[in-house]
Every structure is written in structure tokens, then in C-alpha cells.
């Protein structure tokens, strides 16, 4: 039997077997596999596919892979099991951490369906923040480099009156250097702080005259227009308002909770 250890890794990391449902008997919940006489039923499969989903946005995992991941983790639970694994401390206290962990998060989504955020006080947030709030978007191109010498050499050759897009596409290791280093019209404060302060500090048609550097390597950059832009619409960051909504009512949530408790953290016990 082929053994898919790399999505074993990521279940165990996860600790995903501690959180699967309990298996039932129902009509509408069909078994998948049988494992010495145990099964698996579909919904534990479902449940698996959408823990390994989250924990890894980008992958779709073949339903295969999956079934093969349960079915060992039935079996290793079983030579667990055997060994009284389940009954040492370390384990007892992950599966405790879990259930703290699981609860406080079902306690936390419970309290904000039960909160929901209105489209009033949605909006109200949207025109405080953004409102009538004018937007400046630059054009700008850039030649990126991981050889601070170098941009220095091809800063020379731009003052002498070189053209900047043929550099660009001779020397730039950016994605945008096939085309000329063109980043085209963007919100400067969209981009790394280094980049967006250097790109402000131009006039329209110049260029730095010495190296920016940023996490991504050594940029110059020109700066070839300006314009109004336009801001996001209410219904574009209606999601993120939301989100930062809820979590600012779960936060006060808190805050009252802590005020109502008995809350005392021993200080001299860290450092032991």
C-alpha cells in the first residue's frame, strides 16, 4: 500500500485526528471504507477535506489521498491504543489544548452570528475611513537588481542619457523586465515602504539617483506620470470592514468578559 507521508506530516502537525466527528449509523451518512471492521464514514471524510483545505488554500487534494490519510490514521491509532499512548500526560494535554482551543473558537463565532455587524454601522465605517477620500496613483517603472554596484554603473548610464526601458529589459530580475521594467499606474502606498517613499520623492519623467533598496534587492526607479485615482467602492471592502468589524466586537466582547472574571497571572512562575 502506497503511504502519502507528506499529508500524514501535515495531519499529525495539525493534530487533525484529535478533531475528527464521531462516526454514525445514519442513512445519509454512508461508509467509504472499512478498516478491520471499522468505518469510515463519508462526513468524517468531508470533514477531513475541509481541515485540509484551510490548512492549505492553494492545494486540492485528490479524494484518494484523503480516504488513504484516514485509513492510517485509524490504523496508527489502533498501535497507539495498544501502547497506551492515549493515556500519558503530553497527549492528555494536547487533546485539552485542542478542546480550549476548539471551544473559545466556536464561542467566538457563536457570539459574532449572534452580533451580526449592520449595514448601517458598514457604511458609516466605510465613509469615516474612506469617504471622500482623495487618492493619487503613480506610473512608474523600475529596473530591479541584487548587485547594488551594478545599479549604481546603470545609474551612470541613465544620467549619460540611456534609455531606460532597454536597461530594463537587458538587466532588471524582476517579473516586469520584459517590459521595460513597466509597473504601470498603482497606489504608491500599496507598495513596500522603502519603494513607495523613493517613487513620492520624484517628479514625473526623473529617476533616482542612487539605489533603493527593499526585502526584494536594489531598484531604480522613474517616475513617468501622475493622475487622480479613484477609491475602492463600499461594496469592494464591504468584506474587509466586516471582518475588522467583528473582530473589533469579539475584542470589547473580551474585554467585558475579563472585567467580570477573576483573572490572576502568575509572574514569578514564568521564569521557572
Known sequence: MKLYTASLALTFSLLVTACLPEETNSKDDPTIATVNGEAIKKSTLQFYALERRQGSANQNTPKENLINDLINMKLLR????KSNLDDSDDFKSRISFIKLNLLSQAAMNDYISKNPVSDEDLKAEYDARIGDVSITELKASHILLKDEALAKKIIVQLTKGANFATLAKKHST???GPKGGDLGWFNP???V????QAVAALKDKSFTKEPVQTQFGWHIIKRSGTRAGTPPSFE???P???AMLAQKSVQEHLATLREKANVA????????
Open 240 to 242: 474587509k470592514i466586516a
Open 265 to 272: 497571572i502568575e509572574a514569578d512562575n514564568l521564569t521557572q
Open 189 to 191: 502606498n500599496r507598495m
Open 78 to 81: 489502533k498501535e497507539a491504543e
Open 236 to 238: 469592494q471592502i464591504k
Open 174 to 176: 524582476g517579473p516586469t
Open 193 to 196: 515602504p522603502e519603494f513607495s
